[in-house]
């Protein structure tokens, strides 16, 4: 549903921008970008903090309308420590123990937008995108009391199924561009899940600020 209503938005966007009278700038365009990640998993307490290295090209559909087909490519790295409590049963009661549980992350994703760029002048501009998400997972364990979890390791998570190293997701996200500098604010959410345990499903929420230079 959130995701839902981003891409109506995102669309909408496009759609008024579009019959707006504007300086039309349509030339295709190459941006390298650092980002800083901040990702929500759902059933889990992992929440890994990080960041994101990645190129956009932008390919232009029109002369006349600054609309553009968006391929890239990031690599992305997050990790998060969080207390987590053991129970032992003994003779004489409960006994707990307290650990450090570490959770570390990366993956290589490929992104497909389309976005829309509105010129203000000659050094101002904004732009809004929506599209898709390749993603490969290259690593996700989390670690504590001495036990890893392989989150990709089909014997860790009891059988194929319950675990993805191929993922597909959507984003949306908007930018300002001063010149050749660019910042930027995206959201992104996963269709499928990177792993199983029973019916609880990990998925990842992230948001990502961005600093990009045009190339």
Request: charged content about 15%.
């Amino acid at each position: 549903m959130i995701m839902k209503k981003f891409f109506m938005a995102a669309l909408l966007m496009l759609a008024a921008g579009s019959a707006m009278a504007q300086l039309v700038n349509s030339d295709d365009y190459f941006r390298l970008q650092v980002s800083y990640v901040g990702n929500q998993m759902t059933n889990t307490d992992n929440d890994p903090k990080g960041v994101a290295l990645g190129g956009i090209y932008g390919i232009s559909v029109s002369d006349q309308i600054p609309l553009f087909v968006e391929i890239g490519a990031q690599l992305e790295w997050a990790h998060s420590v969080n207390d987590i409590w053991n129970t032992e049963l003994t003779p004489t009661g409960n006994v707990y123990t307290r650990d450090d549980c570490k959770f570390t992350y990366m993956n290589i994703s490929i992104p497909l937008n389309a976005a829309y760029k509105y010129t203000i002048n000659d050094k101002v501009a904004v732009s809004g995108h929506a599209g898709l998400n390749f993603k490969v997972n290259m690593l996700a364990k989390q670690k504590a009391f001495d036990t890893t979890l392989n989150l990709l390791d089909k014997d860790d998570m009891g059988g194929r199924d319950n675990r993805n190293i191929f993922q597909l997701g959507g984003q949306v996200g908007a930018g300002v561009h001063f010149g050749q500098l660019y910042l930027g604010w995206q959201y992104q959410g996963d269709f499928m899940p990177i792993a199983k345990f029973g019916n609880n499903k990990v998925k990842f929420h992230t948001n990502y600020v961005t600093v990009g230079f045009t190339l």
